[in-house]
């Protein structure tokens, strides 16, 4: 239901230490003006495990059409962060704009929240039936269905790295058509990603809100990415900084470990300063300002990736 908007790999190359105040790369083209679609409900009726039926309970994508060219464009589902307790709408909006810029479209994800009651796998399953709509519904969106991935940014990188390693490939039986859909991403990008979630590693707040007081030891494991992550993780971006004090480093340093015993591919940023939630450099983006260096070099590797 449509409704009006509303109210590589080596060790050496794992880290790459970067001075924000040096040598920037030159500012990016203006980007042309966009606007949202629309609002587009994942389910039409309640939402499996709803616990009522206010707009928190509703999760939602909101779709940023790219500006058409010629044929169908790529497609990312944003994952704003907020420690699974809130919604960063300069991690939701914001991007979106700046991926129209780059010829792609944008579906911002209201995915429930642990501050609301909500826990796992209720936010996995919110952005994994996101996908899905987007590949279902891509003749609507002009969208082609083998180039959707995800993009987040802390509790939204976790989230987003949560649906690279559980995303499958739909249920072929499934009396919903949406859900004969894949929700694997084809691409993830993460954004000073919360990645683990075991008690010494993680974001605590993000923790808590996720998986309550005192999830199992198995639990943690699962979806800690540097343990979790597996051979068939799709190609990964991720940038952090040396100087964020909220989300630990380590643990994402990890995960490039990992991958690269996997043989999976990524490409890892850190750079030396910036704090937590930086996003993309600038509040609000509005296409004429300098963005952070860590879009320069993902618009590169989305190119090195066919989106």
Known sequence: MLIPPACSTTLA????????????????????ASEAAGVIRL?????PGALGDADHDTPVI???????????????VVCPGGGYGALADHEGTDYARWLNSQGISAFVLR???GSKGYR?????????????????DAEKFKVEPTRVGVIGSSAGGHLAL??????????????????RQSSRPAVGVLCYPVVSMMPDKTHGGSRKNLLGDAPSEELSRELSGELAAHDKTPPLFIWHTFEDAAVKLEPILELGIRLKSLGRPYELHVYETGRHGLGLGVRPYDGTKQLHP??????????????
């Open 120 to 136: 796992h796998p209720v936010m996995l399953g919110d952005v994994a039936r996101a996908i899905r709509l987007v590949r279902h």
């Open 43 to 47: 389910w039409e009726a309640a939402a």
């Open 162 to 179: 949560t649906a690279c390693l559980k995303g499958d490939e739909g249920n072929p039986e499934a009396a919903d058509p949406i859900d």
């Open 294 to 307: 860590w879009t320069v070099e993902c618009e590169r590797w989305l190119g090195t990736q066919g989106f």
């Open 111 to 113: 995915y429930r929240l």
């Open 62 to 76: 909101t779709w940023w059409p790219a500006k058409q060219a010629v044929g169908a464009s790529a497609a990312l």
């Open 13 to 32: 190359t794992l880290v790459l230490l970067a001075a924000t105040a040096v040598a920037q790369p030159p500012a990016p083209p203006p980007m042309m």
